[in-house]
C-alpha cells in the first residue's frame, strides 16, 4: 500500500559546503511550522530533499503552504512505496493513468537513485516501469516530449513516485541571514522589495508610516493585510505603525517646499535607523526604483541614504514599474496595495519636488528642525502588530502583546 508524501526540493541550500545541514534543518523547522506542527523531526532530511508524511486528504492544500516557504525550489506531491518492482509499478500506473485523466497522451518514466543499494540502473527502471505503464493505461512512450514525466526517485530502501511539482520561491530558509527592517508602504513595490529580501534568509520587521491623525487608518489596514501575506513565508516578524501626519505637518511649516519630500523620507530613515538598533537589524530595506518618482533618482537617494548607519538595499532599484506589479501579483499584495487607500505620501505635498537635491542643501533644511525630538516622538507614537513566524523573536524592550505600546 503506497502512503503519501511531499517531497520538498531545494537548490541552493545544495550547493553549500559543511553549512548545509544547518540550513537543512533550519528548512525543516520552517516547513513544520508552515503545517503547525509542533514536533520537525516527523519531515526527514533524505538525501537533498526533505520527506513531509501526508494524509491524501491533507495533501492538496499543506503542498499549497509548503511551496510559498523560501529555500523551496518545488514540492512534488508524491507516492512512497517499498523498492520492489511491483510497487513501483503499481504506483507509476496510478500517476499516469491520473494524468491520462486530465488530457495526458504521451508519458516518460525517469527513474534516480540516491543513496540506495538498490542494484537495478535506473536505466533498466525505466524500461520495465514504462511498458508496464504503457500496457496498463494505453498511452505512448515520448521521451523527448512526453505530456506527463513520471519520476521515481529510489532513495535508501523506499521509492517515490510523482509526477506534479508545484513551484516554490526558491532562494534560502527565513533565520538563515538575520535580520532587516523594511520600510513598508502599502504601494505595490515595498512589499516586494520585502518579500524579495525575505527569500534570500533575512527575517523582516516592517516599519509604517501612516498619515495620521490627519488620514484615517486605511493605509494601516491594509498594510496590516500585507503582512498577512508576507507572513505565509514565515520570514516576518512584525510591523510597527507610526503615526506620522503630525510630523509632516512640523517639516511643511518650516521647510522650502522642494526639500519636504526628501525631508520626510529622511525622517522616516532615522525612525527606521532607531527601530533596527532595538531589533538589532544590521540593514533597511526599501522599495526604490531608479527614476521611478522624483525621490528616486540617483541625488536623492544619496541625500537619503546619507542619514542612515545601516547598508540601505533596494532590491527593485534595476526594475520597471510593470515587473514589480507583475512579481506583486504572485506574492498576491498586488489588489491589497491597489485598493483607495489614504496614505501619508500625499499630504503636505510640495506642487514641485526636487529631483537632484544637493545633500548639504537638505542638511541645512533639516539643521531648523528638532530631529532627535521628533524621532522620540515617532518612537512614542509607535504601534505594533505581530506575525507568525518560527525565527522572529520580539525586542526586550518592545514586547509581544495586543495593544503593545513601546517600554522605555
Ligand atoms: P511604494 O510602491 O513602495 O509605496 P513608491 O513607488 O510609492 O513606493 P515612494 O513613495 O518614493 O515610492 O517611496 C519609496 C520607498 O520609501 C518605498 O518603497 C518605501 O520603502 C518607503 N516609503 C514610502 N512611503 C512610506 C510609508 N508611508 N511607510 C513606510 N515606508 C515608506
Ligand atoms: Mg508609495
Request: glycine share 6%; with cysteine.
Amino acid at each position: 500500500m503506497a502512503s503519501h508524501a511531499a517531497l520538498v526540493h531545494y537548490h541552493e541550500i545544495g550547493l553549500k559546503g559543511h553549512n548545509k545541514r544547518a540550513f537543512e534543518r533550519r528548512l525543516q523547522e520552517n516547513l513544520a511550522f508552515a503545517l503547525g506542527w509542533s514536533d520537525a523531526r516527523r519531515i526527514r532530511i533524505m538525501a537533498n530533499r526533505l520527506v513531509v508524511p501526508l494524509e491524501a486528504q491533507e495533501a492538496a492544500e499543506a503542498i499549497e503552504r509548503l511551496a510559498q516557504i523560501p529555500g523551496v525550489a518545488f514540492v512534488a506531491e508524491a507516492l512512497v512505496v517499498p523498492r520492489d518492482p511491483g510497487a513501483m509499478e503499481e504506483a507509476a500506473v496510478g500517476v499516469v493513468a491520473a494524468a491520462a485523466a486530465e488530457g495526458a497522451r504521451t508519458f516518460a518514466i525517469k527513474a534516480r537513485r540516491s543513496a540506495t543499494d538498490h542494484p537495478e540502473p535506473s536505466t533498466e527502471i525505466n524500461r520495465r516501469v514504462g511498458e508496464r505503464v504503457r500496457l496498463a493505461t494505453g498511452l505512448c512512450v515520448d521521451l523527448d516530449d512526453p505530456d506527463v514525466t513520471c519520476h521515481v526517485d529510489v532513495v535508501h530502501d523506499q521509492a517515490f513516485v510523482y509526477a506534479r511539482k508545484v513551484p516554490g520561491p526558491g532562494g534560502l530558509p527565513a533565520g538563515s541571514a538575520g535580520r532587516v527592517v523594511a520600510l513598508l508602504s502599502s504601494g505595490i513595490d515595498s512589499p516586494v522589495a520585502a518579500w524579495r529580501i525575505m527569500r534570500r534568509g533575512a527575517v523582516v520587521v516592517g516599519v509604517h508610516f501612516s498619515g495620521q491623525p490627519y488620514t484615517d487608518a486605511s493605509s494601516e489596514e491594509s498594510v496590516v493585510e500585507i503582512g498577512r501575506v508576507l507572513e505565509r513565508t514565515g520570514g516576518l516578524g512584525r510591523i510597527y505603525v507610526v503615526p506620522f501626519g503630525a510630523l509632516q505637518r512640523e517639516i511643511s511649516l518650516s521647510a522650502p517646499p522642494d526639500l519636504r519630500v526628501l525631508l520626510y523620507r529622511r525622517l522616516m530613515v532615522r525612525v527606521a535607523e532607531r527601530v533596527a538598533d532595538e531589533e538589532r537589524a544590521k540593514a533597511l530595506v526599501t522599495g526604490e526604483s531608479l527614476g521611478q518618482v522624483a525621490s528616486q533618482t540617483l541625488e536623492n537617494v544619496a541625500a537619503i541614504d546619507a542619514v542612515a548607519r545601516r547598508p540601505v538595499f533596494r532590491p527593485l532599484i534595476g526594475n520597471d514599474k510593470q515587473e514589480i506589479a507583475a512579481e506583486a501579483r504572485r506574492i498576491g499584495t498586488f489588489d491589497i496595495s491597489t485598493r483607495p487607500q489614504s496614505d501619508c505620501c500625499t499630504l503636505f505635498m510640495p506642487r514641485t519636488p526636487e529631483t537632484h537635491a544637493r545633500t548639504e542643501e537638505v542638511d541645512a533644511a533639516e539643521a531648523a528642525l528638532d530631529v532627535e525630538r521628533m524621532v522620540a516622538d515617532a518612537i512614542a507614537q509607535m504601534r505594533w502588530v505581530d506575525f507568525l513566524s518560527p525565527v522572529y523573536r520580539a525586542p526586550r524592550a518592545w514586547p509581544s502583546s495586543d495593544d503593545a505600546r513601546p517600554r522605555r
